[in-house]
């Protein structure tokens, strides 16, 4: 792959700059929201069941920790929207794909695994990327609002798994999509340069879908951005070439750069969409930092080798091809189930692309308290919009 961090950095570095001089205008407050719903949207980091209900499940140990079952989603226990959901006082979301047993009375998950938020190159099951990309799951919601209102009007049992009209209006609207754009880049052998000129597509259509969403009623947005890509183990294994130039904690520099520049244009757009959708509160959290910070020091926060897949085999970070968490494969004559480590509590990286439960509760608790939001608000405080004076 061919390289050119050093311009990358220098305009990244005046973004950031720029960016995190201004200083948040307050923001008009007076309680805590009381959302009645949430409805989201995004990838494997907040997929509750969507793309297994499409194709298969994830198997044991994934689920293990909290659920001790299969339970749709892409770690040991809980993601992030279950902890989110929990907070506001909701249950945990069901998956909008998923067929049995759902219940959408407080709000749907439209996340799917492998998602991205611009058309893939390459979907499943022919290529590596979910068909639910965020144009769809914005089509997926428009048709779900008008025909829950039209399942609620037949009563009974229609009626108490659908949301009540007003939750449209009155619901949190959390988004986390991006990863997969950069890592199509990525495994489509492009640049950094290459691939940074695909963000102002990306954030064109996660742009989009907020006056998407608006447009259908939305009015309160909690936007994340993406993860340091540059330290999870299948991006290490798949570019040795790219890992092996650093930073201090082992993670590949020029990847995280990726991922800081997403970031940055994130949040410009973040910022322009409040001038357009002056009616809504718009969050941007900033779930790098958090991320960052629990890898870079992971023994001031009870954490452990913090760059090794919990549920892998083989190699520096316990990840490789040659199989996958919850697989068996055949090693010189003998199978081998790729199961879990003795402690997922203490790891954060579960299976090498995905966190595990004890990150992100850890990311959870510190993006929810507002410090690492802009505006600085908490969660419960997500629905009030700045002061536009």
Same mark, same amino acid.
């Given at each position: 792959m061919d390289f050119s961090p050093v311009s990358l950095c220098c305009s990244f570095l005046v973004v950031l700059l720029s960016c995190f001089a201004a200083i948040s205008k307050p923001v008009v407050a007076s309680e805590d929201c009381e959302f009645p719903a949430i409805f989201n949207f %995004?990838?494997?980091?907040s997929d509750t069941g969507g793309f297994p209900a499409a194709f298969f499940q994830p198997p044991l140990p994934y689920g293990q920790t909290f659920f001790h079952r299969q339970s749709g989603r892409y770690t040991? %226990?809980?993601?992030?929207?279950?902890?989110?959901?929990?907070?506001?006082?909701?249950?945990? /979301?069901?998956?909008?794909?998923?067929?049995?047993?759902?219940?959408?009375?407080? %709000?749907?998950?439209?996340?799917?695994?492998?998602?991205?938020?611009?058309?893939?190159?390459?979907?499943?099951?022919?290529?590596?990327?979910?068909?639910? @990309?965020?144009?769809?799951?914005l089509d997926q919601f428009s048709q779900f609002?008008?025909?829950?209102?039209?399942?609620? %009007?037949?009563?009974?049992?229609?009626?108490?798994?659908?949301?009540?009209?007003e939750y449209f209006?009155?619901?949190?609207?959390?988004i986390d999509i991006g990863h997969n754009d950069l890592a199509e880049g990525l495994y489509s052998n492009m640049s950094v340069d290459q691939v940074n000129a695909t963000v102002p597509d990306i954030i064109r259509n996660i742009s989009a879908h907020v006056k998407g969403l608006y447009n259908l009623g939305g009015r309160s947005f909690w936007i994340h951005n993406t993860d340091p890509m540059g330290c999870?183990?299948?991006? /290490?294994?798949?570019?040795?070439?790219?890992?092996a130039q650093s930073d201090s904690i082992g993670c590949a520099k020029l990847f995280n750069e990726i991922s800081q520049h997403f970031n940055s244009k994130l949040k410009e757009a973040v910022i322009q969409l409040r001038k357009d959708l002056p009616s809504a509160?718009?969050?941007?959290?900033?779930? @790098?930092?958090?991320k960052y910070e629990l890898l870079s020091h992971p023994d001031r926060y009870g954490f452990e080798h913090p760059l090794v897949a919990c549920c892998g085999y083989g190699g520096k970070y316990n990840y490789s091809n040659a199989g996958i968490c919850g697989e068996t494969i055949n090693v010189n004559g003998t199978d081998i189930f790729i199961?879990?480590?003795?402690?997922?509590?203490?790891?954060?990286?579960?299976?090498?692309?995905h966190y595990t439960e004890a990150a992100n509760k850890f990311v959870f608790d510190r993006i929810s308290s507002g410090a690492f939001t802009d505006p600085p608000v908490s969660l419960k405080m997500a629905c009030h919009r700045e002061d536009s004076s």
């Open positions: %995004g990838d494997s980091n040991d %226990g809980r993601v992030m929207i279950d902890f989110i959901a929990n907070n506001v006082g909701l249950p945990f /979301l069901s998956a909008y794909l998923d067929s049995v047993g759902s219940n959408f009375s407080h %709000g749907v998950n439209f996340a799917t695994a492998a998602a991205t938020a611009t058309l893939p190159g390459f979907i499943y099951p022919g290529g590596g990327f979910s068909p639910f @990309y965020l144009s769809i799951q609002k008008n025909r829950s209102q039209i399942a609620r %009007g037949r009563g009974g049992v229609y009626e108490e798994l659908m949301p009540e009209e209006e009155e619901g949190l609207y959390t999870l183990p299948y991006l /290490l294994v798949s570019f040795p070439d790219v890992a509160a718009i969050t941007y959290v900033d779930v @790098y930092s958090v199961g879990a480590c003795d402690r997922p509590s203490v790891r954060a990286i579960w299976d090498g692309i």
